[in-house]
């Protein structure tokens, strides 16, 4: 359950039907999630949030979009949204990924959650090498 009650008309505050408008520009669709019909209750953090999404998810980068929608979900999983985990494997999906690419991406998310306790756990020292600054 939702911590605010959804926004009964988000389309009243022009700010928040620009977002909108942007949203199903960029998207090039009419679907609207749950994350920004949420977020509309502040016009300001509404338009900080899909900048930044739009900045880093839709912008031609050195990343493929898939990879972006990857590593997305991997750290969905790590911080424990569901919410973000579900938004994103179905972008990744429209992006392509298959059932395998899907399932190899739970291994190095649950292996890399292993490797990672055992490594806190015994309190590893960092190699020397792995330092950017590391001199041979």
Known sequence: ?????KHPDPLS???VKAVFDDIRATRKSDFIN????Y???DAALLENTWAEVK???ATPSALDPLVKEMLYIAVSV???????AHSHAAAAK?????G?????????????AKTNQLATALQLPVDPVFNADHQP
């Open 1 to 5: 359950m939702s911590t605010i009650a």
């Open 100 to 112: 395998e690419q899907h399932a190899d991406l739970l291994r190095v998310i649950a292996l890399a």
């Open 13 to 15: 505050n022009p700010r």
């Open 78 to 84: 790590t911080n424990g949204c569901g919410y973000c």
């Open 39 to 41: 977020l509309a209750f």
């Open 94 to 98: 429209a992006k392509g990924m298959t």
């Open 55 to 57: 900045a880093v998810m």
């Open 34 to 37: 749950n994350m920004w019909h």
